[in-house]
């Protein structure tokens, strides 16, 4: 078994300051792109820099936080708590990525001896990370296929759902802002590729089941479906809405 190796605390405290200063910095660049200060493309350019450096500290801080001493390790998924109904929804949209992958990329073929560095092996890994609940492990490699293609929709999308599950163990302080970074990754996903289903699913969890947002997830799961995700899916997502609708005052 491999021991992982205890982080200097003098390190660990300066990712956690780095940390701090990278989601500022996106907040600020948010607000001062809202009032016109930046334009479209410097916005753009800098947002991309600031989440994917962000997103290597929070796996950087994870891993020196995993490596401490702790009475049980960390379970992301029942960290949680969902209904039912999430939980199955959550895993729908995992399996859509697996069902699609095909089309995304033609030419490649899910089988033994696929390189590690390569975008489609990457994402191959990725996927079975994410299906093993390797939350850390997966939004790593989806940050990699980042590094090499900043603006490939699926990596976008799962960077940021998977940077919205480890926010919710961030603590107080950090976990808006970290959300606020998986948002914005979610948002640049849409905004490549307009008809994929999944970033607008799981802006509608994120909305319901981390913010309470009731009205955002209905906005954004009525979206999902408009994008015409597989039957399997549009069913869950459905009985989502209705849960929404149930809890409406």
Known sequence: MTRRTAMDPDRLAELEEERSFLLDSLRDL???????????????????????RAAEVLRAIEAGRAALP????RN???LLGWTSVVIALAAATGLLVAQSSGQRFPGQEITGGI????????????????FAGDVVGA????????EQRPDHAEALAYNGWLLAIMAQGAGEELSPVALETARASLRRSIEVAPGYADPHCFLAIIAANFEGDTETAAVEAEACLANDPPADMRGLIEEFVLGLEAIEP
């Open 30 to 52: 948010e607000r001062e792109h809202r009032y016109g200060d930046v334009d479209d493309h410097d916005y753009q350019v800098l947002r991309d820099g600031y989440t994917v």
């Open 76 to 78: 992301w998924w029942r």
């Open 139 to 146: 939004q790593g490699l989806y940050g990699a296929v980042l």
């Open 70 to 73: 702790q009475k049980r390790p």
């Open 115 to 130: 390189p590690g560095g390569d975008v489609p092996g990457l994402l191959v890994q990725a996927r079975s990370q994410m």
